[in-house]
Structure formats: structure tokens, C-alpha cells
């Protein structure tokens, strides 16, 4: 079946605009995640979802960066007012999870490069 | 706060020979899930294998297998009968068993030479 996909693959945006990053999970996965992924910070969790909970937002950097989740599927991560140290990778991954922490397996996207010029 | 280590940013083995890959963690948890994931340039993570910590077999998986350590906080990864696919980077990452984001350590970027 068809794995998480993300959208753009690639973005380009000039300091001090707003992005939205899409993705969209495997079917039927009530959890998703997202990741970030740069050169200086390795790869760093920012914002998960489970079904109907509130988000744990506890990885976001900063409040510039905002995500939600709508229907119970596809998320969106916006980022406001783009800095360059906002140039990474952003990873989305999602999974199963209904309980249990690390017994279901993270299907990662092949995430969104963001160059913020 | 868990972290992890891995202690070789780079590393190099000819096709066919064996190469393993270190990885240390730091953690108060006694029960948690270690895993490898391979990210090659396509940037997709693919999972490679699952360790749970309360097995004290170690996971093995095709050409696979890891090397844990509960006591030593140690898991290392073996290639055997490495190939060029294999080429990648290799992330160690840990997730306790009530948590759900994963911890990943720097990565190691091997190269797989003909």
C-alpha cells in the first residue's frame, strides 16, 4: 500500500515568509510525527499526534512553528516568519500506535527540504 | 533525558566483508525499544531492526544482527556480506516503552566500496 508522502519535496523561501509543509500518513494510523532533521542538531522530534488527544507540542522551537491535524489524517506543519536556522529537513512519520511506546514501528516520508535564503 | 551515541561519524567497508556499527545510550528506563534505521540519499528512513530490552536475544534480521548489551547500555549493529545498497546513513535511536518520540543518535555515514 501507499507509504507517508509529503509535500513539497523541496521548498525554497526567502527569510521572514510563512511555510506549510503537508503530509500525509499511512491509512488507518492514528499517530503522527514530526522530525526535524539539520546538520548542526541531528535529527530532533517536534510534534506528535494520537487520534483525538491534544498534540504533544513539547519539541516545537519556537512559537513560530504551529501543526495540525485535520480529520484524523493529513497534518500540517507551518512555520511563520522563516529564519535561516530554520533550514533543515522536516521528517513526518506515523504509525499504528495505540499503546505501548516503541512496539510499533515509525513509517517515515521522504520529508520536505527547506532552504530559507 | 535519554541520549545516544554514536561514536563514528564516518566509517568504510569493502562489498562482501563485515562492518559493525557502534552505538551507546544513556537512560534510568528498564524497559525501552533501541532501533537501526538506514537513510540513504533518497532521505527515506527505512528500519532496519528492533531490539526490545527486556530480550536478552539479540535481534537478528537476514544480514542484520545487533550486538546488545543491557548492562554496558550498548548496541551495536553487524552487516555481514556488506553490499553497495548499503550505503547509507545509520541512525541508532531509543524509545522508552511509555514514550513515543524517538531519540536518534548523529549517525554514522558508511560507504560500501566495490
Known amino acids: 500500500g501507499a507509504g507517508v508522502s509529503q509535500s513539497p519535496s523541496n521548498k525554497v523561501t526567502e527569510k521572514g515568509k510563512d511555510v506549510e509543509l503537508r503530509c500525509d500518513p499511512i491509512?488507518?494510523?492514528?499517530?503522527l510525527y514530526w522530525y526535524r532533521q539539520s546538520l548542526g542538531q541531528g535529527l530532533e522530534f517536534l510534534i506528535y499526534?494520537?487520534?483525538?488527544?491534544?498534540?504533544?507540542k513539547s519539541g516545537l522551537p519556537s512559537d513560530r512553528f504551529s501543526a495540525e491535524r485535520t480529520g484524523g489524517s493529513v497534518s500540517t506543519l507551518t512555520i511563520q516568519r522563516t529564519q535561516q536556522e530554520d533550514s533543515a529537513v522536516y521528517l513526518c512519520?506515523?504509525?499504528?500506535?495505540?499503546?505501548?511506546?516503541?512496539?510499533?514501528?515509525?513509517?517515515f516520508g521522504p520529508g520536505t527540504r527547506l532552504t530559507v535564503t | 533525558a535519554q541520549t545516544v551515541t554514536q561514536s563514528q561519524p564516518e566509517m568504510s567497508v569493502q562489498e562482501a566483508e563485515t562492518v559493525t556499527l557502534s552505538c551507546t545510550y544513556d537512560?534510568?528506563?528498564?524497559?525501552?525499544?533501541l532501533f537501526w534505521y538506514k537513510q540513504p540519499p533518497s532521505r527515506q528512513m527505512i528500519l532496519v531492526i528492533r531490539?526490545?530490552?527486556?530480550?536478552?536475544q539479540n535481534a537478528t534480521e537476514n544480514r542484520f544482527s545487533v550486538n546488545f548489551q543491557k548492562a554496558a547500555k550498548s548496541f551495536s549493529l553487524k552487516i555481514s556480506d556488506s553490499q553497495l545498497g548499503d550505503t547509507a546513513m545509520y541512525f541508532c535511536?531509543?524509545?522508552?516503552?511509555?514514550?513515543?518520540?524517538?531519540?536518534f543518535g548523529k549517525g554514522t555515514s558508511l560507504l560500501v566500496t566495490p
Open positions: 512519520a506515523s504509525s499504528p500506535r495505540t499503546s505501548g511506546g516503541g512496539s510499533y514501528e515509525q513509517y
Open positions: 491509512s488507518g494510523h492514528t499517530a
Open positions: 499526534f494520537q487520534g483525538n488527544s491534544a498534540p504533544d
Open positions: 537512560t534510568s528506563e528498564n524497559n525501552y525499544y
Open positions: 531490539q526490545e530490552a527486556y530480550k536478552q
Open positions: 535511536a531509543f524509545i522508552r516503552n511509555s514514550g513515543y518520540a524517538l531519540n
